[in-house]
T-cell receptor
Framework: DAKTTQPTSMDCAEGRAANLPCNHS???????VYWYRQIHSQGPQYIIH???NNETNEMASLIITEDRKSSTLILPHATLRDTAVYYC?????????????FGSGTRLLVRP | GAGVSQSPSNKVTEKGKDVELRCDPI?????LYWYRQSLGQGLEFLIY????????KSGLPSDRFSAERTGGSVSTLTIQRTQQEDSAVYLC???????????FGNGTRLTVT
């Protein structure tokens, strides 16, 4: 599986957009980009995933560059409850060897 | 609706004892995963079950660790002769299909004294 690079930590003001970058320069054509987050003392929570096109759901937007070597997770209006560690993961899907390998993630602090 | 359930939520055991950790996945999910997370660290993949296929055990750290999944549903992770370095949060996740999102439980915090 391709590896990802994320900043160790970031912060943003409550109510502002949080833009979390991720580099995955060795991503393969059949690998998806997944984002999860982990709030203290809880299991990770799925946020969003995509292959080539930008994706949006009720939680966030995922912007993937045309060459697929990087992506950005956007939380449009960050709240204090969005303080968490955010993991960017690339992985194949749909076969028996599918598994997610979590890196160190980005620790996002949302300031009041 | 019921999510992934893990039990116990906390377990304290003495070094050298065996422990069993249980995971009840979401009903109908064919894929089940075990991870562990040491304090302040990221998630470490342990084992993956998918339907009736042979499990992917590539992440198990030693032969003291084993896991089984009975009837394609409940899974048990067993650690024999526990060591202090086994202390961690053990997380279970399930998913519907190979590339569907994973749903995690809140983990079992294991402390080996």
């Amino acid at each position: 599986d391709a590896k990802t690079t994320q900043p160790t930590s970031m912060d943003c003001a409550e109510g502002r957009a949080a833009n979390l970058p991720c580099n995955h320069s060795t991503i393969s054509g059949n690998e998806y980009v997944y984002w999860y987050r982990q709030i203290h003392s809880q299991g990770p929570q799925y946020i969003i995933h995509g292959l080539k096109n930008n994706e949006t759901n009720e939680m966030a937007s995922l912007i993937i560059t045309e060459d697929r070597k990087s992506s950005t997770l956007i939380l449009p209006h960050a709240t204090l409850r969005d303080t968490a560690v955010y993991y960017c993961i690339v992985s194949r899907g749909g076969d028996s060897s599918y598994k997610l390998i979590f890196g160190s993630g980005t620790r996002l602090l949302v300031r009041p | 609706g019921a999510g992934v359930s893990q039990s116990p939520s906390n377990k304290v055991t003495e070094k050298g004892k065996d422990v069993e950790l249980r995971c009840d996945p979401i009903s109908g999910h064919t894929a089940l995963y075990w991870y562990r997370q040491s304090l302040g660290q990221g998630l470490e993949f342990l084992i993956y079950f998918q339907g009736n296929s042979a499990p992917d055990k590539s992440g198990l750290p030693s032969d003291r660790f084993s896991a089984e999944r009975t009837g394609g549903s409940v899974s048990t992770l067993t650690i024999q002769r526990t060591q202090q370095e086994d202390s961690a949060v053990y997380l279970c996740a399930s998913s519907a299909l190979g590339n569907s999102p994973l749903h995690f439980g809140n983990g079992t915090r294991l402390t080996v004294t």
